[in-house]
């Protein structure tokens, strides 16, 4: 524990009868220690910058070999640039410390993150409970002058009509002796310090205006961006909603012309950059599927909770949760016109993770694609040398194979163009006694067009 962590009296923000000055100057100096739960991919770069900044952090994670890790000065987050000598030299500071004990980090702090999985289940409703629990925990040691910041992405209302209630009953303080507010963290993997410390303005809203104005102090230290105060905390929530939704509907608008393609006879892509070059048009890419623990679930937040009728966002995430099995019957029509019956084909899918460079396989476009080859009978093999997941892809029936493994097939699909492929001969990967069928399932092969030993198809691009 650095000294900070030992010997200043803890500073309490909400309420405070500080100057905003003295209110300032105590968060950076360690006076207001933060607890931050919820230590993976985004919470362990957010308890860094925490720790930059407030030099008092202590994180708390369910997973005892997470905080194990961290203690020891590890990073156990890949594919972050510089997270982990930033860890290393935090946690040698005793600017950042882990616990498994988030009753006893609760007790000892002023300021209380919150960034914990807030996925789907099985019949699209949110997942809250896992929030709830690491909101429990504070409850347990909330004192007065304490904020409550929630970060995961949550459906809008979920802090002025779930947490609040739940601090307040569990905590036994009344809602007028502590803050919560809702940060939406507005990051993307492999770029999470940058993002975290400042690529965007933050969103900041609170279940009362004390709230607002103690999230806005906090953030202003930690964000080099413009901080954005809300009205409350449920449109702060609504904000990170509708950043997903708009995208999720969107792609899902470029995947539907997509699907015209053939009907047009033109290359749909090459109109869509074309009317995007008009500054009032913004089509996002048609593809072989969305996924991700973000863009697919997001508008769940809004269709699941909420009576309104939605069926634009309905409509656009069962086209993009379409197009992994459009994808795999490109590749079977192809296989068709080769005349390669699919029982007896050989197919070769390459990429796994949701999207390039990230090792990670939520919702992951590749999972139905290869079940959909699987099931046509195809004999499958898959290759990505970012993934290190490989029971869900083998359990759905591929043979997962690295890069100098490779053989030749009869078909090559294309779902997450890792940067490794672009050291791969495309064309080599077929038999000679007949044309490789490539389905281009990101439109990055496009140049492979009319080459005489691929039987191209694209997502959205006639040949
Ligand atoms: N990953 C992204 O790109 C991204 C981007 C923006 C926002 N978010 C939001 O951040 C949230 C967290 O995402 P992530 O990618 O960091 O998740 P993650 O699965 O990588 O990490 C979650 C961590 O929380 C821990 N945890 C789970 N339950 C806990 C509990 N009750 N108490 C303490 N720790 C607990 C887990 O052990 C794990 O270490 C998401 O739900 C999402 O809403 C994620
Ligand atoms: C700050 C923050 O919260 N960031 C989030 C993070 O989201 P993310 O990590 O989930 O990544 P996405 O890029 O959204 O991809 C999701 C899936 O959609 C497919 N896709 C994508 C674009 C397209 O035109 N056509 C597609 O088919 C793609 O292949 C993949 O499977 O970064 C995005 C900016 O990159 C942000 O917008 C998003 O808020």
């Known amino acids: 524990m650095s000294d900070s962590q030992t010997t200043t009296e803890s500073i309490a923000l909400y309420n405070s009868d500080k100057s905003v000055d003295e209110q300032r100057a105590a968060l950076t100096n360690g006076a207001v220690p933060v607890a931050v739960t919820g230590l993976g991919k985004m919470g362990l770069p957010l308890a860094a910058v925490y720790s930059e ?4 952090v202590t994180g708390v994670d369910i997973d005892s070999s997470v905080v194990e890790a961290i203690e020891n000065g590890d990073c156990h987050i890949t594919g972050e640039p510089a997270l982990a000598d930033l860890v290393a030299e935090l946690v040698d500071d005793g600017a950042l410390t882990a616990t498994t004990d988030g009753v006893e980090a609760a007790r000892n702090a002023r300021v209380h993150v919150v960034i914990v999985p807030t996925l789907v289940d099985e019949n699209d409703q949110p997942i809250l409970s896992v929030m709830d629990s690491a909101m429990s925990t504070i409850a347990e040691g909330l004192e007065p002058g304490d904020i409550v910041i929630a970060e995961s992405t949550l459906p809008p209302r979920t802090c002025v009509d779930r947490l609040l209630p739940l601090l307040e009953r569990e905590s036994g303080l009344s809602r007028e002796e502590f803050g919560l507010a809702f940060c939406p963290e507005r990051t993307s993997s492999g770029r999470a310090l940058e993002d975290i410390r400042g690529a965007y303005p933050k969103i900041v809203g609170g279940v009362d205006e004390e709230s607002t104005r103690v999230a806005e102090l906090i953030y202003g230290e930690i964000n080099s961006n413009e901080i954005i105060p809300v009205s409350d905390a449920t449109t702060a929530e609504a904000v990170k909603v509708f950043e997903g939704v708009y995208r999720d509907t969107n792609i899902g608008v470029a995947n539907e012309l997509a699907l015209m393609t053939e009907e047009l006879g033109i290359d749909v892509t090459e109109a869509i950059e074309a009317a995007n070059t008009q500054p009032f048009c913004h089509l996002h890419i048609p593809g072989a599927g969305v996924g991700g623990h973000c863009i697919p679930y997001y508008p769940h937040f809004l269709m699941g909770p909420f009576e309104t009728d939605t069926p634009v966002m309905r409509a656009a995430r069962e086209t993009n949760d379409e197009m992994p099995r459009y994808t795999a019957n490109h590749a079977l029509d192809g296989l068709h016109a080769e005349g390669v019956d699919p029982e007896d084909a050989r197919v070769l899918v390459l990429g796994l993770t949701y999207r390039p460079g990230v090792n990670e396989i939520e919702k992951t476009p590749a999972l139905p694609l290869i079940e959909e080859l699987d099931a046509a009978g195809a004999s499958v093999t898959a290759v990505d040398p970012v993934n290190t997941h490989t029971e869900p892809f083998e359990k759905a029936g ?6 100098d493994e490779l053989s ?24 000679s006694d007949r044309r490789l069928v490539l389905v281009d399932g990101r439109q990055e092969l496009k140049h492979l067009r009319g080459h005489d030993s691929i039987h191209y198809r694209g997502i959205g691009i006639n040949v």
């Open 53 to 56: 900044t407030t030099k008092n």
């Open 408 to 431: 030749t097939y009869d078909a090559c699909v294309l779902v997450t163009p890792q940067a490794a492929f672009e050291e791969l001969s495309i064309p080599a990967l077929g038999d």
């Open 398 to 403: 591929a043979t997962l194979v690295s890069m």
